[in-house]
């Protein structure tokens, strides 16, 4: 026999560890651990089975050619030569190089010896200390057996109301997969004033929180949740500061934090996650750690972060893998790269937000896009919705947000720009992006371009913004000091031209020239059009006449529209 | 009044330079002129209008806010001062720095003054010395009113049955067009031994070229077209070498060249296209070119090319504007970037092929791959087909060509390759990429980690390939020092081992260590399975038991059934 493995954890990076050394190292003992009876299965798509898009748990745990990964399929065609489910890791001895674990069902302890040792131990739901969070009812969706528990109680008609504590990506997967199929009444108790917070900034995050409404989700933000209150020991209400909520179901979704306990018990080094080095490697270079319980270097921040993501436990398993067997193979770090669906939408994010760079001291700003995914000629092409974070001093490209149909268009603007996040792009290099170009799916300038176009024009003074809040503000108190220019059709301004007399003025764009003798010089001018690419070509005829006061309110009125807001 | 500005040719790039250079130089007197009365219309959107997919010819020429760009369009939205149209620019004389001008509706001729001159004079079909391709109804689909004209005669029922030479993408998305909607019976006669030569291989193309069978287009391969029939002076049928087939229309698109007469006779510098610099300079340096008339630097040949894309045309526009207007801008060169829809396909490619790669002296190997879009257990994930040509020497990637759905999936991955060509990636960088993931768009390790995967496999001696054509001529011939051994489930491979007794054996995926004895050890042992996942695996485990003679076949039997072989 080879060296002896012993991998803790058998859900993503675990198993693809021990499948990757036993591979390229046949003679190696491979021993893979695991606390639950359930492995190897795809946690991230457990929403889609609880909402029923997945109608059977063993999906989840299947090969692409159907075959379900369970203690046999490890041991046999994989290879691994001891597979102990419901076995729980309890210990271990460093010097001795031991690990010592428990059979849960027998409640026998023993030793497991090893010359490696990989932790793939994952995450555990961050509870936050709310009285009656243990009332039968209450759950985390941190397992297969928690998220089978839930469908069944959704389909014995055991729900007709739901409340979910966090908008985050588990949070409104969740929201979407009650109310989509099972029409259970479905409350989001969100404790910042955004659905998504840190992953989307504002502009993005409002279409995301207006198309939840819209789906029939109620949406409570800035909510400061009290307690949760049951009946015969379940579940009965959510009590919030401002409003009590009733409920059958309660999901607490408001993030993981890395299991480090074991680690930490073994003196390993352990900061918010377990410390790893580019190979995976704990401290203890016997140790190697990977998935949702490490440290990884963001790229972006230029600091190691917690980055619970199921492709980087997998992409981490192939690493320690390779580095068992005797390949030196590194982790290069993460960019944050995050897509998910919420009904209609698409939502991505990479990089990092606006609100986050700032807080790091980037001298950040924003632009804001809204364009066709495809061709607007093209039979049903549907709007993308994309902000991109630049740093102002640098021109360093730091994050990229988008929200659009539920196509794949999102995704591939997502792949572009997380490819080249890693190589400090500049927004130079984003307009020089080259990227495959057909009227069916995309336009001869790419969103990415053109937002990259709208970032260069506000870094050379070209464009001067101006905030919607601002904007709206303005509208609504009446600012006698502000004028608005509408440069859209005469048929989608009139409205506004008869609601604020005076205030709200039509020229249309291809008349600013010629008639520019009736846009006042002593006031803020405001340009309005649906994308604000007419606006910003308004503005710059103005300027070059002279004109000191002229904004253009970013993104554009689909902006304004898509948050629900009637101006 | 700045300075003159006169910019040759108003399609894609000359518009775009013409504009921006005038909203960076309100000053600038600039002059726009076309041969053409339409103007700045979609060119790549030509397809779609004759298929009817766009209603009517002034979509593509119509904003994303639905203004047409027509004459005055440009002369009060964009402020160009003189719109000339139908008007053809016969010299150019470089020392008194005028451009010679013939107004084609009144013939008559002037000089017009310039301080910079832009050569945005595209592309002329290549048309090959056929005898009859002057008849009527033979067209190339070279402008919108060739397009019109095409498509008032399938209006009008005059087109039966179509024949149209050369299977780049011009000739598949027209013969698209003409089947889809309009129910002609096309034939497509191609030169080279499969559709889009030079841009897929041979698996890929395979696809293609099956598909367009399934949906009913004639695909004629090594065709020699020998002449074009006529009758009273209207095409009756196209003679080729072995065969004659009837036609009411013929389209040739048999590629474009660059427009260089012009710039010729002015004395600029021309290749192959007309030589710029990476500002897209002439060797004029008051000329610029861009668009599809110039060369520009091919990123993974390392020498320049002709790339006649639309997107390239329309951001070669906007480099020109930065740079006539005073701001130093650069284009950096092509990676190839292409896209296109075939029917239900979406077919793409990015850097070189194979063959291209092998002509140029690169030690190009390929690998293979096919899998779900996005997680197999998500409903209606369909399959990816894709493939990754690298450099051995180097580990390089060189290209990437994929064919999926028509979805945007393919899409996704064509944009993640292509934005990091340029950078000269190697097959670990694509290993290391960084790509967003949920189960609704796609897989915890995307299909470009798993091709990835193969290709270091490849390297690395891990996995030994075989062609599909030996293993198919092997097959067919019987070959006695071979075996086949299926790792399917047994109902997939019952067919087979009923067909070819004692040559084709069933040894399950998690069997084949169990069962090895059952594999010979002196014949050739090919494993097949669906995607090739399952065969590189037993064949790891046969080369750690000594097996010697282990093969392989890239890709998967998905490929040979995608192609419409029967095994």
Redesign the interface.
């Known amino acids: 026999m080879g060296k002896r493995i012993v991998v803790i954890g058998a859900v993503?990076c675990g198993p693809r560890a021990a499948c990757r050394a036993k591979?390229?190292m046949?003679e190696a003992e491979v021993t893979l651990i695991d606390k639950d009876d359930l492995i190897s299965y795809?946690a991230?798509?457990i929403p889609?089975f609880i909402s029923g898009?997945?109608p059977d748990e063993n999906?989840?745990r299947?090969t692409?050619?159907?075959?379900v990964r369970d203690v046999?399929?490890f041991e046999?065609?994989?290879?691994i030569d001891h597979v102990l489910t419901r076995t729980l890791a309890t210990e271990i001895d460093r010097e001795r190089k031991v690990v010592r674990v428990k059979h849960l069902d027998s409640e026998k302890e023993e030793e497991i010896p090893y010359d490696n040792l990989v932790l793939a131990v994952g995450g555990i739901p961050q509870v936050p200390p709310i009285p009656g969070r243990d009332l039968d009812g209450v759950f985390t969706v941190s397992n297969l057996h928690q998220a089978m528990e839930i469908k069944n109680r959704l389909a014995q008609g055991q729900v007709e109301r739901a409340v979910i504590l966090g908008a985050g990506p588990i949070g409104l997967e969740m929201a979407e997969a009650f109310t989509d199929l099972w029409g259970v009444k479905t409350t989001v108790l969100e404790y910042f004033d955004q659905p998504l917070p840190r992953i989307l900034d504002t502009p993005l995050a409002r279409i995301v929180a207006h198309h939840l409404e819209e789906k029939g989700v109620r949406l409570v933000l800035n909510a400061r949740v009290k307690e949760i209150r049951g009946q015969d020991g379940r579940v009965k209400e959510v009590v919030e500061e401002k409003e009590t909520y009733p409920a059958d179901l309660v999901i607490i979704a408001t993030g993981v934090r890395p299991n480090v306990e074991l680690a930490q018990k073994a003196g390993l080094l352990v900061n918010q996650g377990i410390v790893v080095n580019n190979r995976l490697q704990t401290s203890d270079p016997a140790i190697y750690a990977g998935g949702d319980c490490v440290e990884i270097p963001h790229l972006v921040l230029g600091r190691r972060v917690v980055m619970p993501?199921?492709?980087?436990?997998?992409?981490h398993g192939?690493i320690i893998g390779d580095n068992l067997a005797g390949r030196p193979t590194?982790?290069?770090g993460?960019?944050g790269?995050?897509?998910?669906?919420c009904f209609d939408l698409?939502v991505?994010a990479?990089g990092i937000s606006l609100t986050v760079a700032r807080e790091e001291g980037f001298e950040a700003e924003y632009a804001l896009l809204n364009?066709?995914?495809r061709?607007?000629?093209?039979?049903g092409a549907g709007f993308i919705f994309v902000e991109l974070v630049f740093d102002r001093r640098t021109r360093r490209v730091l994050g990229f947000q988008a929200v659009g149909p539920?196509?794949?268009?999102t995704?591939?603007?997502?792949?572009?720009?997380?490819?080249?996040?890693?190589?400090r792009p500049t927004v130079e290099d984003l307009?020089?992006?080259?990227?495959?170009?057909?009227?069916?799916?995309?336009t001869?300038?790419?969103p990415l371009?053109s937002l990259a176009?709208v970032a260069e024009n506000l870094l050379t003074g070209?464009l001067v913004p101006i905030e919607w809040d601002e904007v709206l503000r303005r509208l609504r108190e009446g600012d006698p000091n502000t004028v608005f220019i509408d440069t859209?059709?005469p048929r989608e301004a009139e409205p506004l031209v008869k609601k604020y007399p005076g205030r709200w003025i039509h020229v249309e764009?291809?008349?600013?020239?010629?008639e520019m003798d009736r846009i006042p010089r002593d006031k803020d001018v405001i340009f309005i059009?649906?994308?604000s690419?007419?606006a910003y070509?308004a503005q710059?005829?103005l300027m070059?006449a002279g004109y000191t006061r002229t904004f253009v309110p970013l993104g554009g009125l689909n902006f304004v529209r898509r948050w629900g807001v009637e101006i």
């Open positions: 993503a591979r390229l046949p795809g991230c798509g889609y898009d997945v999906h989840l299947e692409a050619f159907r075959m046999p399929f046999n065609a994989k290879g993501f199921g492709s980087l436990a997998n992409r192939r590194s982790f290069p993460t960019v790269a995050f897509i998910m669906k698409a991505g990479t364009q066709t995914e061709e607007h000629y093209f039979p539920h196509t794949d268009g995704l591939a603007r997502l792949y572009a720009v997380s490819s080249i996040l890693p190589r307009i020089s992006l080259e990227l495959p170009y057909a009227p069916p799916y995309t001869a300038l790419d371009h176009h070209g859209r059709h764009y291809d008349k600013i020239r010629r059009c649906n994308s690419m007419r070509e710059r005829w070059a």
